[in-house]
């Protein structure tokens, strides 16, 4: 009887030792696993962080060339007025000088 008893006890005692022998190994198959992805989040928020700061500084210079642009098309917008102008007055301006100039007909006199 404690033969066989001894025997029953070990053999639980084993199952259970293995049943431990295979959840250790998962455990450390996690825990690698785990460490992989801690590393490939730190690797990338790493790689997120310069990306971020490479946008903000395309994205400021965007907004400068934007307000350069906005900037010469209205100046040229001005210039372009302002020239308008001139030729109207150059042309209005010429049309007087030529009435001026023109000689007089004999009804004038």
């Known amino acids: 009887k404690w033969p066989l ?5 070990f053999s639980g005692i084993e199952e259970l ?7 250790n190994r998962l455990i450390q198959q ?7 992805l801690q ?4 690797v990338l928020t790493e790689k997120l962080s310069r ?12 907004a400068d060339f ?9 100046a040229y917008m001005k210039i372009l007025e302002s020239s308008q102008t001139l030729l109207s ?3 209005k301006e010429t049309g007087n000088l030529t009435k001026a100039t023109e000689p007089r007909s004999n009804k004038d006199h």
């Open 5 to 9: 008893l001894f025997s029953l006890f």
């Open 17 to 23: 030792c293995s049943k431990r022998e295979e959840l």
């Open 30 to 36: 996690e825990e690698a696993e785990k460490s992989r």
């Open 39 to 42: 590393h490939d989040i730190r």
């Open 51 to 62: 990306v971020n700061e490479s946008l903000a500084r395309r994205l400021a210079a965007r």
């Open 66 to 74: 934007d307000r350069t642009i906005a900037e010469t098309e209205a």
């Open 89 to 91: 007055v150059l042309k």
